[in-house]
């Protein structure tokens, strides 16, 4: 019996260590006291959702074509509301005005709530890396913000998908411990 349990244990760190060397790395979060993720779904349930891209992670590719490949794979990994990423502006100005912005290859100082309101920069991209900053913003304020990257050849890769599942899940979190309690924050 103990024999088994050796193997299985072994079987399990061989299908492991793939699985760990593609996953994507996310980076530190915040978020701000105003974020309030049933604000996010009232915004996105059965609607469009804006997203920003600034930058380019593969250089060797044209932004158009960037963003129409990957556009397909945010969808795919797309949060639980039943929303339809566009890179569309609104016609209308919405107040308040939601949206995800993405810079790719960010510089390091580069602060989200600067990107909210439409001031962003971008490092020399780095080959072979799909590096991005992901802000959540309503107006030009920052209710969300992380990094993530991973290796990457193309918005194809598999790892990219999965890097959006990932960063998702840490962008608009549902989670109770950052939710308002009555009306008093005790984050």
């Known amino acids: 019996m103990r024999f088994a349990k050796k193997v299985a244990v072994v079987i399990a ?4 260590v793939p699985a760990i060397a593609c996953a994507a790395t996310i980076g530190g ?3 701000a006291p105003q974020y309030d993720y049933t604000d996010f779904w009232a915004v996105s349930d059965n609607k469009t959702f804006q997203v920003v891209l600034e930058g380019n992670p593969f250089p060797n590719m044209a932004a158009d074509e960037l963003a129409q490949r990957l556009l397909p794979v945010m969808q795919i990994g797309k949060p639980r509301p039943n929303l339809t990423f566009t890179y569309a502006k609104p016609v209308e100005m919405p107040r308040p005005y939601y949206r995800l912005v993405l810079v790719f ?3 390091n100082d580069l602060r989200a709530d600067a990107v909210c309101e439409g001031k962003m920069r971008t490092a020399p991209p ?5 590096k991005l900053f992901a802000i959540y913003c309503r107006n030009d304020l920052s209710l969300s913000q992380t990094t993530a990257w991973t290796p990457a050849t193309g918005p194809d890769d598999p790892r990219v998908q999965q890097l959006f599942r990932e960063l998702f899940m840490v962008v608009f979190t549902d989670s109770m411990a950052v939710r308002p309690q009555n009306g008093f924050d005790r984050r």
């Open 13 to 16: 760190a061989v299908i492991a």
């Open 105 to 107: 290859d960010y510089a």
């Open 126 to 130: 780095a080959p072979g890396l799909f």
């Open 29 to 31: 979060v915040y978020y």
